[in-house]
């Protein structure tokens, strides 16, 4: 649960990583019903929907199930894919709206979302532009690498990519190369989230670390 300056309570869901190729429909299948049992605003997903060419974007059609918006920013994984940019567009047909460098107001939360395909310095430069200073500024971005630069700019990032390492000893190694790899981190007024991801991209399997959906409450400070 995060405190801050906010006028209401918001419910949230954040989900990273699914890896829809590598994983199958069923898999989407079951976290959409586990999502479905709880009480929520809205969904994020932070990138790495979608790992292979092959996998059929009609199969998203699952998403219309769900009556709340859904906000998505690109994994590094979605432009691996054949034709990305024509399967990314399809998305909005069930329901799901990409932020793309973007923000978007929801009430007194200022949510940006800033794609993959760029490099860190690009990203955050694009956060700059789009901070509100008078909202609580959450930030939607795949990877946790740009948090030292911009953590003064928002109050909540939400990231994936990590896996936490998914297989041990592979944890060290992501460590090695990501200094915030999985969990909650604080600096003064700002939060980090990491998540190690809703499903495993290449082998089927975790050794040491756990798939996992994020609940998240936002509330006003008493």
Request: charged residues 20%; contains cysteine.
């Amino acid at each position: 649960m995060v405190q801050t300056f906010i006028n209401h309570n918001y419910k949230f869901i954040f989900i990273s990583d699914v890896h829809l190729g590598s994983n199958s429909t069923s898999h989407l299948k079951k976290i959409l019903k586990k999502i479905q049992t709880t009480h929520y605003d809205f969904i994020l997903i932070g990138g790495d929907l979608i790992d292979s060419s092959s996998y059929k974007i009609n199969n998203f059609s699952l998403f219309n199930e769900i009556n709340k918006p859904i906000y998505f920013v690109t994994g590094n994984h979605e432009y691996y894919i054949s034709e990305y940019e024509v399967k990314l567009e399809q998305l909005s047909k069930f329901g799901i709206t990409i932020l793309n460098n973007e923000k978007n107001f929801i009430e007194d939360i200022n949510l940006i979302g800033i794609g993959d395909k760029q490099s860190s310095e690009d990203q955050a430069s694009k956060l700059f532009e789009l901070v509100d200073k008078s909202k609580f500024n959450l930030l939607l971005v795949h990877k946790p690498s740009i948090w030292n630069k911009v953590k003064k700019n928002v109050d909540l990032m939400l990231s994936g990519h990590t896996h936490n390492g998914q297989i041990f000893p592979f944890n060290f190694l992501v460590r090695l190369q990501f200094k915030y790899k999985y969990g909650m981190y604080k600096n003064e007024n700002s939060y980090l989230y990491v998540s190690s991801g809703s499903g495993c991209w290449g082998p089927r399997m975790r050794l040491g670390t756990s798939n996992e959906i994020i609940n998240i409450e936002l509330m006003p400070c008493q």
